[in-house]
């Protein structure tokens, strides 16, 4: 089995920074794209970034130039850092890898159980 654990989030005013951590532990053979979504009250969930494996990033247009994602393989960590938070941005933050668990399976995607940030006017 695959587990994703987020940290991170919080209440912070707007204006201010978050950083959001995701970990992978579990039956890994390789990891290849991570990313982060997230689902606003009454939204549907949005892709907000992801990062392939070489380290390629994209986007969402509402983040661009405020958040961004990297990755560290070694530590199969994913993290968000977050600058200039709106209240816009208040929503559950999920981690979401696809992860190959064995030479002889497929790869799939794993998600975490989501981390709430919320941002003040």
């Known amino acids: 089995q695959v587990q994703l654990v987020e940290s991170g989030g919080g209440l912070v005013q707007a204006g201010r920074s978050l950083r959001l951590s995701c970990s992978v532990s579990g039956r890994i053979y390789r990891i290849n794209d991570m990313g982060w979504y997230r689902q606003g009250p009454g939204k549907q969930r949005e892709m907000v970034a992801s990062i392939t494996r070489g380290g390629t990033t994209n986007y969402a247009d509402s983040v661009k130039g405020r958040f961004t994602i990297s990755r560290d393989n070694a530590k199969i960590t994913v993290y968000l850092q977050m600058n200039s938070l709106k209240p816009e941005d208040t929503a559950v933050y999920y981690c979401?890898?696809?992860?190959?668990?064995?030479?002889?399976?497929?790869?799939?995607?794993?998600w975490g159980q989501g981390t709430q940030v919320t941002v003040s006017s």
């Open positions: 979401v890898a696809d992860v190959l668990p064995s030479l002889w399976e497929k790869a799939r995607e794993f």
